[in-house]
């Protein structure tokens, strides 16, 4: 991105009723600001700015908050077919000259043209579809975590006849059993309540299985239809793919295997100093993305025969076993990467 290719870059800094933009030359100086409405009236407004303020129509956007308050307005210029980056908010140590919205946009513009690549927002259609479903999906299985968690804790408390018949069932049998619970009328007020309550959480807890089934069921289809790739490898179902597929988006958006790894959270970080030479565990990047690697890494350990030989490999190279486990999250996203980029000619050569 130099000034041979571009004529001005404008940062936005987005809000839920308001978006901030600064447009800065191709040597970091804010030439203008403009604060417009959240809507399609503003996004208009902002397009006609745009090409006032830079008649060249070389303009490369970069957006904070592209799948969030800046949806909307990603879309609008993905409509004109307009150059979009993606930046992350600004550090604190960005911030020490101070924080407004005219300030966050002019950090925005001067990150992108630092970084020096364009960073492609996350597209919609199929992808946005798989991460509604995994964000549903998400909340259904907590609440239901949270009503087992509270029938569990109603029937710890009971009295010793009620909390014989319940303790030590599966959380099928304890829905059942909680379900067919009806209060008598020689039952204490406080037993009638109990049993009442229970019967609530059950039903409460089947609606909210039910639901989760549903979902899961959509995921499979959807990620069956685009990234059948993932599906084939060991170790990786639908609710892991979908997580995958929307993690990593669209082919081109993630420019290399490294960046990739860099997003897992699964390159190790250089630490070194003096004659000491060293890495550390990357913290950083999408947890879910890593988290989604790390049960992959999981269920092969504990069924699939070369991952496992592997692992002894390691140890007998002097790795502890934390070690292996980093080296194949790390060779699982560079496999994945291929197979999302590449799709079927990966498969194809192995």
Not at 96 to 119: E, N, Q, T, Y
Not at 257 to 286: E, H, I, M
Request: proline fraction near 3%.
């Amino acid at each position: 991105m130099s000034g041979e290719d571009l004529d001005a870059v404008i940062g936005v800094d987005t809000h839920r009723d308001t978006h901030t933009a600064a447009l800065v030359d191709m040597v970091g100086r804010q030439l203008a600001v403009l604060v417009i409405s959240a809507d399609a009236a503003g996004y208009a407004r902002l397009l006609a700015w745009a090409a006032e303020q830079a008649p060249g129509g070389r303009v490369l956007w970069a957006i904070e908050g592209t799948r969030s308050h800046g949806a909307g307005l990603c879309r609008a210029l993905a409509a004109v077919d307009a150059q979009l980056t993606e930046v992350d908010r600004p550090t604190r140590r960005a911030r020490r000259a101070g924080k407004s919205d005219p300030i966050d946009a002019l950090l925005a513009a001067r990150a992108a043209l630092a970084a020096g690549f364009v960073r492609q927002p996350r597209i919609d259609g199929d992808r946005e579809a798989a991460r509604l479903l995994l964000v549903e999906r998400d909340r259904l299985v907590r609440h239901r975590t949270a009503v087992l968690n509270q029938m569990r804790d109603l029937v710890l408390t009971a009295p010793e006849e009620l909390r014989q018949r319940l303790r030590d069932r599966s959380i099928a049998g304890l829905i059942a059993a909680c379900s067919a619970l009806r209060p008598r009328g020689s039952d204490e007020v406080e037993t009638r309540v109990r049993l009442q309550s229970l019967r609530r959480l059950a039903r409460r807890a089947r609606a909210l299985t039910e639901d989760a089934k549903t979902v899961e069921a959509d995921l499979k289809t959807l990620t069956a239809t685009n990234v059948p790739q993932l599906l084939a490898e060991p170790g990786i179902g639908p609710i892991v793919a979908a997580q995958l597929w929307v993690s990593w988006s669209h082919s081109g958006r993630i420019r290399s295997k490294a960046a990739f790894a860099a997003l897992a959270g699964t390159s190790p970080l250089p630490a070194s100093s003096g004659q000491v030479t060293r890495f550390r565990l990357n913290r950083g990047g999408d947890r879910h993305l890593n988290r989604a690697l790390h049960q992959v890494m999981i269920t092969r350990l504990s069924c699939h025969s070369p991952t496992r030989e592997y692992v002894l490999r390691r140890a007998t190279d002097g790795k502890t076993q934390r070690e292996a486990q980093r080296c194949i999250k790390r060779y699982l996203a560079r496999r994945i990467w291929r197979l999302l980029d590449h799709g079927s000619a990966v498969v194809a050569a192995t």
